[in-house]
């Protein structure tokens, strides 16, 4: 058994037992997540990736070593800023359906492992097709470039996924309790089994998740590929991916109050996309190290941070509504 067989498996490990703890242990009784709790489960799971980041590291004779752990982490953090964005939807899902907190956890546990799930599809295509055909590295670079202006350019507009094109096709095809959030997916009335607006949640963060991914899996490949080689490992570009993802559900607990506050996020967010946008497109003339994807990854993200402390809003984004529903009791 090789050493990258062994560490999928360390990977697939690590994963189950956390998921289980967290599932069946310490999730077992629908609880609204404080901020302390949430703190910690973000601590917890930024540990464990550094620690699978630095175990990469030590094997150098078995495959792995610094310069791919260097790759995995460059593919964490950029997968783990572009979920910020994630964050905000989220919040609007969570108010427009009035999912109560107490349940969102549940919600944001079976969205986050359904992607897991549609980022492998998306991962290892994307790298079949990439060894297949080169050019499809320009369209990938393409993308991140018009993501990037249209993250820059595009102005805030309130959303209503409760009145959009998902809930109205749902609707027409399953029959939904629209007053029910939860606990459960369904409920069962009458004989007749009824999918409750907490499915509907459920269906819309898979959604958002694919939106995303169309970005990010692109820009996670592009700091996680030998610029000289064009070599792609999905392993890292997998794992990194993740383990970012993973520690959403906790990052949004934690930032779901402060979240408005860092305004000039995005446009760091659209530097990034551009960056990596750009590289990806100059591979063929530029082979930029991977220390410099880091440094620019890192540059941007704390200069976007520290201006949005320094330069407050002048009119306050109501953060709260958007991540605390009206206290409606919901029918059954």
């Not at 670079?141 to 009145?163: D, R, T, V």
Request: hydrophobic share 60%; glycine share 8%.
């Amino acid at each position: 058994m090789d050493a990258h067989t062994i560490m999928w498996l360390v990977f697939g490990a690590i994963i189950v037992i956390v998921l289980a703890l967290d599932l069946f242990v310490l999730h077992k009784d629908p609880h609204a997540v404080k901020i302390r709790e949430a703190l910690i489960w973000s601590g917890v799971w930024i540990a464990l990736s550094l620690s699978f980041g630095g175990t990469l590291a030590l094997l150098g004779n078995h495959g792995f070593g610094p310069d791919l752990a260097l790759r995995f982490l460059a593919g964490y953090v950029i997968e783990w800023a572009l979920s910020v964005d994630n964050l905000f939807v989220f919040a609007i899902i969570f108010t427009a359906l009035k999912i109560p907190r107490e349940y969102q956890h549940k919600l944001l546990f079976w969205g986050v492992f359904g992607a897991l799930m549609l980022r492998a599809v998306f991962i290892f295509a994307g790298v079949a097709l990439i060894e297949l055909f080169d050019w499809v590295l320009y369209i990938f670079g393409g993308i991140l470039i018009l993501s990037a202006l249209k993250l820059m350019f595009q102005g805030e507009k309130e959303s209503h996924p409760e009145k959009g094109i998902v809930v109205r096709m749902l609707s027409k095809v399953l029959p939904l309790k629209p007053l029910n959030v939860g606990p459960n997916f369904t409920v069962k009335e009458d004989g007749k089994r009824w999918f409750t607006m907490l499915f509907v949640g459920l269906v819309l963060v898979e959604i958002t998740d694919v939106i995303f991914a169309l970005d990010s899996v692109p820009a996670v490949i592009s700091v996680a590929m030998d610029p000289e080689t064009r070599e792609i490992d999905p392993f890292i570009v997998y794992t990194s991916n993740a383990f970012a993802i993973l520690g959403l559900r906790s990052l949004y607990f934690a930032l779901a109050g402060i979240m408005a506050a860092f305004r000039f996020l995005k446009y760091g967010l659209a530097v990034i996309l551009a960056f990596v946008g750009v590289k990806m497109c100059l591979i063929e003339f530029w082979h930029a190290p991977i220390w410099l994807s880091l440094s620019v990854i890192g540059g941007v993200l704390v200069t976007c941070v520290a201006l949005s402390l320094l330069i407050p809003r002048k009119v306050e984004v109501e953060a709260e509504r958007l991540v605390e529903p009206e206290n409606d009791k919901p029918g059954a």
